[in-house]
């Protein structure tokens, strides 16, 4: 693995980490703390998305065998969590808590992706 393949998936490993930790924390806080970290959340919410664009490209390229189907409804997951977050401003509580649940499907996925067949 090239050093620029290793450094663009910790970028996306590690944004995504703290997209799916802050959520996860302002879900269970009821959306406490929600102003200072919806921008950071925001923030690398669009890191592990645009950082994962170019990952899939590099590692799978046009196929469309099982493991990206998986890959696909995590993404899928991510992308909607992300947009159920901008737009559900007026529960912070509700919008965390549905996008947390997002997020768990799009972990999943992508961690057993590699080990279907």
Do not use: C, K
């Amino acid at each position: 693995m090239n050093i620029g393949l290793m450094l663009l998936l910790s970028l996306h490993v590690l944004s995504a980490i703290f997209w799916a930790g802050s959520t996860f924390v302002l879900a269970r806080t009821g959306g406490s703390g929600i102003d200072a970290l919806r921008r950071p959340q925001f923030g690398a919410a669009g890191v592990a998305i645009l950082t994962g664009v170019p990952l899939a490209a590099i590692l799978h390229g046009g196929n469309l065998g099982r493991q990206e189907q998986v890959l696909m409804v995590a993404v899928i997951a991510a992308v909607t969590a992300l947009v159920v977050q901008i737009l559900d401003r007026a529960n912070p509580a509700r919008s965390q808590r549905i996008a947390g649940g997002l997020l768990v499907v799009t972990v999943l996925g992508m961690v057993i992706a590699r080990y279907v067949a």
